[in-house]
Structures are given as C-alpha cells and as structure tokens.
C-alpha cells in the first residue's frame, strides 16, 4: 500500500512563473570565486564546482526557498508511509549532451559512481539497502531503515546524476571527458579559458519546452574582491554571487541604480558561524566560561556592522532556516554583568584565550577584532592568531586553538548537516570538520541518532527541540550568526534565483529583459 | 661651529626634529589619552571625521576612534623602526668593519655573504621571513632588521678601508697597538658620522617596511599600526576616505621628518660636503 505523498507537474510551476512574458537570448556574464578545481560535479562538491556545474548537471529533485521537493529529473515521486521504499518516475525524452539517451540506468550507475567519490551522498546512502531500475523511467530505492532526511538529498550538488555511457567501466578519476563535462543540465559546456572564464552556452534539446532562456553563460574569473566590484559597476559582469565582494561594498552596490539583491538562495546551506570552543583544556573547558562568552559577544552589533545587517543572530545549533528549528531554547542576550558573575563563580585566572580568525578576508578579520573587544570588556584576555588558510586548517585539525572561528552548511536537515558537529563519533584528530570542539555527551549522541531514523515528523521535531535544548545550555561551540550572502544582480536579470541552491541550478528558469 | 648650531643652520633639518619629537611624545602619552586602547568600539562605525565631539578624525569600519589608533600606531611605527634599525647595525657594522679591516679573504667572504642578501629583493624577503615566523611584533621587527643590514656592512667596509690607510693608522700599527684596538679606537670612531646619518634614513625605511608588511595583512594581528589602519581601510577607501587618509599622513609626516633629520645630520657632520647656496 502506497501513500502518494506528493506529485507536482511541471505545467503547475511553468504557469506560477508567468511563462508568458519571458524573453528569449542574450548573455549573462557571472562571477565565479574562486576558480573551480574541476567541473566533472560527481568528483568534485566544493562552492565554486557546484555554481557552475550546477547548470550542468542535475539531480533527480530541486528545492523550493522553503526547502520543498520540486521535480528536477524526476518528474514525480512517491514515499512509502513507513518511510522505507521511495520510488521516482523520470521524465521522458531526456538526452545527455552528446545526444545519448538518458534513462534509470543512469541513475542506478550513479549511485556507485557516487560511492566512492561523495563523503555526504556516501553518509545519506548508507541508509539504503539497494536501488532498483524496474523500467526505463523508474527508480526505487529501498531503505534499511526509515531515514527521514533522505527526501533532502536528490539536489544536483548532492546527488548529481552523471553519464553512465562515458564512465562505466572506467578509470572515473582519469577519464579525459572529466574536462568536458557532459550533463542533462540546461545549459552544455563549451570552453573553460583557466584563469579566465568559464562559458556555457543553451541546451537546445533541454527537455522542458521553452527552457533555458539565455544564450550564453560566461562565468568570469576576477581574483580580487575590489576588482570584481569594479567589474560589476561597469557592466562587464551582471551577477555577483554571495561573498563575491567584501560586505563593506554590497551595501555601496546594492544603492546604485537598476541594481538589485537577494538573500534568497541559501536555504539549503543556511550556514551557520560560529566559534569552536576548546571543550578539551584551557578556561573554554569550563561550562560557565562558555556561557560567560556567550553573554559576553554582542552578536547583534556584529550582525548590524561586520554584515551590514544581513544574517540573522542564532539561537542555537539549528539555523532557523532549516527543519526543525526551535526558538524554545535558553537566550543569551549580550549582557557583560552575567558574563563577569559567571567569571567571578568559576574563578577565571585572567588566562589568556587564543582566537583563531577564518583566514577568508576584512570581514573575518574585523570580526574577531570584535570578539576580542567584546571578551576584554569582560575581562577574559585574548590573542588573535593570525594563520593562512593551511595554517588554519592544520591549527584547527589538530586541536591547537582555544576560540577559532569558522561555518559551515546544514543542508536543510539537523540529521544531515548539524548532528555532525556535536556528535563525539564526529571527533576527529586531522580533520577541520564537525566536531572539532571535543564536545562529548553519550545521552545526547542516542538521541541525535534515534531523531535520525524516526519515520514520524512530529516526533521528530519533539526530539529535535529536546536536544536543542540542552545543548544550548552546554554551549559547546559559540553560535555567532546565520550567515545570509547576498546575491548582487542587475535587475533587467529576472528569475534568477528560485530554489533553495540559487544559483547553484538557478540559471534554468532565468531571463534577461532585454 | 658646534655641531648643533651647523645642524640648525638647515632649517627644514630642524623641522623633521620638531615632528619627531612631537611624534615621540604623544607616542609615548598614547595610554593617558586613550586609557581605553585603540581597539575600544566607542561610537557608531563610519563616522565622519571633525563631525563628532571627542572623536577628531572619525570612527573606522568598527566604530574604533580613528585618533585613538593613529596615537597607538606611532608608538608601533617607532618602536619597530628603532629596535629593528638597532639590529641592523650591530649585524652590519661588526661586518662590514672586519671586512673591511683585514681584507683579503675575511672580505671576499663576509661581503659574498652581503651580496647574497642584496640579491634578494628586499620586500620579498621580508614577507617570505615574517610569512614563515607568524607575524607577530618580534618577528616583523627581526625580519626588518635582516633585509636592512646589508647596505650598513657595505658602507662601514667602505669607510673602514679608506681610514685604514690614513698615515694615523700606520702610526698606531708602528706604536705596537693590536688590531683589535686600532679597529675599535681608531678606525671606528671615524667612520660613526655617515653611520648615524645611515641610520636614521634606515629608521624611516623600517617604518614603510613595517606598514608595508601591515598593509598587506601580514602586521601583528594584536598590534594597531599605521599600515594595519590603511590595510583595514583599503577595502572601504571609496566611502570613508579618512580611514586611509590619516594613518597615510601620518607617515608621510614620519619618513619625511626622519629623512630631513638624516639630512640635516649629513650636513653638520660632514660639514665639507656642505651644498653651496644653503644657509
């Protein structure tokens, strides 16, 4: 017995975008920082890979801005009611670039190309105990156990569909057409200039009628943030993807004439900055002295002045853009009083802290200023490190800091992309990801996993809103702020952006008035 | 004429010693006029200067005052400028002056060895030292100090080799005294007035050197300098101009005061080599 939980036509979302006054051609020059290592999306994730690729290749669903499930490749899905059999029917008539067909073999080959080259589709499929193609256009993966974020996981960055016909049987990582990616994507690769520019041009035999709209797609290639403001003043590009240039000049930006912006697009991401706080040695082993900086940080003041007002101030692991955020949590307002009783009660010695900043420029760096400014008033001494960016990764993996900043995605699910970091299975020496504060509580790791792999969505939320709660009040790592980087565009670009990647897949529905 | 008196003949000389010596006092009454520091966040961030009561030259991009920093910079900008110029001098003159004493092949060595730090760009060098140390106070002055001592050892051999063979050095060899000795009390001694005039032009180099390093983000990140202000404020410099503008002029003030200083210094001793149509 199936539950059909959701089937959406496309004609339904051709007609919400108001297909009738969109115009056809042009070209749209965007920025991409920095350079993509590779294309071939299915080898290499990281940002820049994804912006581009994204158009590229696809994955079986897209995500609305509110973290919905939309067809991509898939035309409709269905999920079991017990949350264990989840069956995809593709669309009809799609064909890779080079012309071959595409069909469920694809997809099936996928998920093993995908298993030795992607850390998280490996964490999302180790759920499932197998993946079936009973016809041409049909998928069913069935699962070990019910695994309720898994409906998050078909995105084109997180599961990019890649061409069985070219890497069966081959070498995946030496396989010459890496440089040449060939996709099902709307827009098909033409010529990538290093250093230059990366262009793209429109898949005519796209297989929804009508789209893409634009010609052309060239994705510049500018090193220095001032430069590529300067670009963008002058017209040479039309779009300035999130964190493109430094905030000091979005607002610069965003005030002149016929320049729009958005913080729409990050939802999937939604990340979340915070400080790693040395839950092994020194003061930051001590509860209280954690909490003192919490109540120490005036976080609103650097939401308003670092970020210009952009970002929202957290209250806790979960961003409040992803499932299952609860505002029901203990507050930490900036209030230095609380914040030196605190000191008084465990007894500080006046040891000083070192802060370690993100080496990603001005932003950064004045931001730990802030920090700092904001701990002295309290009467906790600190140092700023300073370290580039392998001296960051190699401090933070190996645990030789006291506060160190950094942030990372969530991927619109706490299973997926906030258990990792406070989980003591996540404790990795050598690694600058997830847990890298040394917070350990067993209670809390049953209950992180047992909200994992709970069928029920309302239980969930039950037991998501319970562990926010006392992690809150353990204040394992210092939540600094949701980062919202806004996208800087011309407003003759329309529709630029519409799922919760942005530009990741956004290009397929957008238009240029012309 | 007494060394001062030659010295203030050269009136801009006299200048640069009235701006330094006004930098060096409020450098050194920084902490009495700013008890908070230069980092305090006082005021809304962007303030224009001259606009705001008690904040003269506005606030920078985290609402700090931009007069508090500029005041702790100067102490940042002459310490590193003198202890790293102090360094230099006593690598570069034991150096230069045993090369150019003995000669022979205790000179072809000591100045391969001057050669092979001049080949180096001396900025270059710099950055690669700091990058390697981790730029803290101490390792951006010991770096400063390493790529300014070369033309110290070049200069002092060059005087040491053209005292020695004064007819008072062969005087001093006939008495029987040491080499030691004739080095220390009878050469040296000579070769000090275009060593101090040396110096204090290598004091103002020290200075850009160290905003330079700052500038470019490679400054302490606990200090507050006078390039770390114009660094910070390069991003911004189209809409808050005064966040780059003052540190800037304030070391134009410095290295321009520091080079009249040098050259006044020049001129009194050296008296000699004084210009025609200079009063």
Known sequence: MKHLKMTTFLVAAMLATGAAAQQDGGRLDLIVQPEPPGLMLGLVQNGPTQMVAGQIYEGLLRYNTDLEPQPSLAKSWEIAEDGMTYTFHLNEGVTWHDGAPFSSADVVFTTKFLQDNHARFRAAFSHVESVEAPDANTVVIKMKEPYGPFINAFEAGSMPIVPAHIYEGTDYATNEMNATPIGTGPYKFVEWSKGSYIHLTKNEDYYIDGLPHIDDLYYRVVPDAASRAVAFETGE????????????????????????????????????????????????????????VMYALDREFVKDVVWNGFGTVPTGPVSSKTNFYTDDVPQYPHDPDKAKELLAEMGYDGTPVRVLPLPYGETWQRWAEAVKQNLEEVGIKVDIDSADVAGWNEKTANWDYDMAFTYLYQYGDPALGVARNYTADQIKKGSPWNNVEGYENPELDKKWAAAAIEPDNAKRQEMYTEIQQQIVEDVPVAWLLEIEFPTIYRCNVKNLITTGIGLNDGLRDAWIEQ | ??????????????????????????????????????????????????????????????????????????????????????????????????????????????????????????????????AILEPSLTSITISIAIVSWPPVARLVRAEVMSVTRREYVDAARLAGLSNLHILTRQVLPNTVSPIIVMASLMVATAILLESSLSFLGLGDPNIMSWGYQIGAARTVIRSAWWLSFFPGVAIVLTVLALNLIGEGLNDALNPHLTRKGKS
């Open chain 2, 1 to 130: 004429m007494s060394l001062w008196s030659r010295f203030a003949t050269n009136r801009a000389a006299v200048a640069g010693l009235i701006v330094l010596i006004v930098v060096i006092i409020i450098a050194i009454l920084a902490p009495v006029m700013f008890p908070k520091g230069p980092w305090a966040m006082v005021q809304r961030p962007f303030l224009a200067p001259f606009g705001t009561d008690g904040l003269p030259l506005g606030t920078d991009t985290l609402g700090r005052d931009v007069m508090a920093g500029l005041i702790y910079g100067a102490r940042v900008s002459l310490l590193v400028g003198l202890v790293s110029t102090v360094m230099a001098l006593l690598i570069g003159v034991p150096l230069g002056a045993v090369a150019g004493f003995y000669g022979g092949w205790v000179d072809e060595i000591a100045m391969r060895f001057t050669e092979f730090f001049q080949t180096i760009p001396n900025f270059a060098l710099a950055i690669v030292l700091v």
């Open chain 1, 237 to 292: 590009v039309s779009v300035l993807p999130g964190g493109a240039v430094e905030n000091w000049d979005v607002k610069r930006l965003t005030e002149m004439d016929g320049v729009c912006s958005t913080s729409q697009g990050w939802e999937f991401f939604a990340p979340h900055a915070w400080m790693w706080l040395n839950n092994r040695e020194g003061p930051t082993s001590d509860k209280r002295f954690r909490q003192a």
